[in-house]
Every structure is written in C-alpha cells, then in structure tokens.
C-alpha cells in the first residue's frame, strides 16, 4: 500500500496545477490523435463520434483538472490506495480498449484499415491509461472527495463524456470508417502515396 500522502505523487500529473492537467490531459488525448492524423493523412477532421469531439476535449479535461484540486487537498485511505486496485484498473482499460475496438469491427463502424490506422493505434492505447488514471481518481473523489465543490465539478466533466458516449451509442450517423461521409475536413497540402 502507497501511504495515503503520496497519492498524487504515484501519477505525478495529479501534482501540477489543474490547469495544466486540463491542458496534459487535452493533449494526451484529443490532441495527439489530431497530431498523428494530420501527419498521417495530411488532413484535419474530428471523426463522427461526439464522445472524441466534445468528451475528450471538454468532459475528461474537466474531470482531470477539477480532480487534481481534490487529490492536491486530500489525504487518502481505502482500498483505492492499494497497488492490487491500480493493477486492477490498468486491466479494466486494457479490456475496455479491446472491447471498443472489437466492438468498432463487429458493428462494421471500422474496417481492419481503420483499427490500424497510428492515430487509432495510440488511442487504443492512450485509453488504457486513460481508464487507470481518470477511474482511480473517480474512486478517489467517490470517497474522499474535498472540496466538495471542486467533486461535482469534476463528475459533471465525466458527466459530459458519458452523456457523449450515450449519443454515439444511439444517435450517432451509422457508417463505415474513422470519419463521417458529410464531415468537413481541412486538406493540408498534397497526399503522399
């Protein structure tokens, strides 16, 4: 077990002022995804799924900044603060990061090209570390969440990202590859290939 001061210091992130964890969790995410796409396809599009449009830019930066508040002000104790836990949400992401990918192929939402794409590659990946750092600091907050203010802010972000993920799910344009057919998209200069 991690004493309950070093909580923040076992995912250092948690030690940096909220801002620039809104700001590293933007970039980590949403912004690296961007990064590789424009690299990869020389062209800049947000992807028909609003979980990646608004979640990973508005709802999970919320969640991380207004919770790195909490665990900047907290002392916590529980069973989240036990390594089997942290090891159990490293697991927790790889599974879910491996069920939305099979989940994207079996629906036909992507094409085996899609799923390999580096853009989706890192996110899958990303994910998994997503999943460990934002759900261990849920719990934390779930617990030990002061200042309360600071709680509710922070669940109102994963609120956002969930209540995108719930769109995708059921009203989200149905079809095939990483972007919609209607979608704008910002060609920068000529493909290569």
Known sequence: MWPSSNFGEFVPIWDFHP??????????????????????????????????????????????????????????????????????????????SFMLNYNNLKSGQYTWKDVKH???????????????????????MLFDGDPLWATIVAYLGFGVWFACVLFDMFLTERGTGRRSPNEMVITLGRKRG
């Not at 900044?65 to 697991?91: I, R």
């Not at 853009?119 to 998994?128: D, G, P, T």
Request: aromatic share 22%; charged share 10%; proline share 3%.
């Open 19 to 96: 801002l620039l964890v809104w700001l590293f969790v933007f970039i980590i995410d949403f912004g690296m995804v961007m990064i590789i796409t424009a690299f990869k396809d020389r062209e800049i599009y947000f992807g028909r799924w609003w979980s990646f449009r608004i979640g990973d830019t508005v709802g999970l930066p919320a969640l991380a900044g207004f919770g790195a508040v909490v665990v900047s002000s907290g002392d916590f104790h529980g069973f989240y603060t036990q390594w089997p836990w942290h090891v159990g949400m490293l697991f927790l992401g790889v599974f879910l």
């Open 118 to 140: 580096p853009a989706e590659i890192y996110h899958s990946i990303v994910m998994v570390f997503m999943v460990y750092f934002l759900g261990t600091l849920m719990t934390a």
